[in-house]
């Protein structure tokens, strides 16, 4: 699955082993966004056991944030589950609101590996 | 106020982009890069930028999703933007319904009391506990708009029917 980034979405590629998302969040519709994401992440997760998941967002709105909370439950219940999953959440060194925002969501990753990385 | 005082009158307060009308989100997705290009414009700070830009898309979705004046893509209202050497500011004005005043009074008078830390622990409970009753986002606007901004203003209006009126400020 591969998405090409427009004004309101970031690019997005989802395989069997990685999925990587880069650019701004504030899609017109948060649910038709975020439902065929959730889903193939949910299945590629499926049929792993080794997954890694690298995000790198400029700007999300408070809708997207919704979805971002739902994406990493995924992620940690696939952990919780014993598959080895990793996320790096990059952000540039000036952009201290996604630094926070990566900070945030890592709170609640256990079992996931979760990296912040300064770009 | 013939045409061209209404054009002098945005000029001279500062304000360099003003939308009135039906907004809904293809409305949106047509102005935000215009919006973009404006701020970036003025000022080449990015994080600055992307702060007001953020406000500018909360209060656009807030008249979108809430003005009681609608049509059926969505809400009418007005934001505008404007710039002074203090820094930027973002308004946006829309009809409301009168029974939900003082629950949002309340709720923005108690984002209004709460440091940065506080409000960030809002957020994150909110993002947690899901939306609110009557919510058609994630029930993060009023906070979004509260960390992002240097300080915000409400009032509401009867003229007769209640206007609402949201002003943040962004400085550097």
């Keep these: 699955m591969h998405l090409e980034a427009t004004n309101r979405t970031p690019e997005i590629s989802i395989s069997e082993t990685a999925l990587e998302m880069k650019g701004e969040c504030y899609p017109e519709d948060i649910t038709a966004f975020a439902e065929p994401i959730l889903e193939s992440l949910a299945e590629k997760l499926k049929a792993c056991d080794v997954y890694s998941v690298s995000l790198e967002l400029r700007y999300f709105n408070s809708s997207s944030a919704k979805f971002l909370f739902d994406f990493f439950e995924v992620l940690e219940d696939a952990a919780v589950a014993g598959k080895s999953v990793s996320i790096e959440w990059r952000y540039r060194s000036t952009d201290n609101s996604m630094k926070e925002a990566g900070e945030d969501f890592g709170e609640d990753m256990e079992e996931a590996d979760y990296q912040l990385v300064e770009i | ?172």
């Design chain 2, 1 to 172: 106020m013939d045409s061209h005082d209404f054009h002098k009158l945005l000029l001279s307060r500062g304000t360099f982009f003003c939308y009135s009308g039906l907004l809904s989100e293809e409305v949106l997705t047509a102005i935000s890069g215009i919006v973009r290009e404006q701020v970036t414009d003025i000022d080449n700070n990015e994080n600055l930028t992307t702060r007001v830009f953020g406000i500018f898309v909360e209060q656009a979705q807030n008249i979108i999703r809430y003005s009681e004046e609608r049509l059926a893509l969505g809400g009418i209202g007005t934001v505008a933007i404007g710039h002074s050497n203090d820094g930027f500011i973002v308004e946006a004005i829309n009809p409301m319904n009168a029974e939900n005043v003082e629950r949002l009074k309340e709720n923005l008078k108690d984002l209004q009391q709460m440091d940065s830390k506080d409000l960030r622990k809002a957020y994150k409970q909110r993002l947690r506990e899901g939306p609110p009753e009557g919510s058609k986002g994630a029930g993060l606007g009023f906070i979004e708009i509260a960390r992002k901004s240097s300080k915000f203003e409400f009032d509401f209006v009867e003229s007769p029917d209640v206007l609402f009126v949201l002003k943040a400020w962004i400085v550097p």
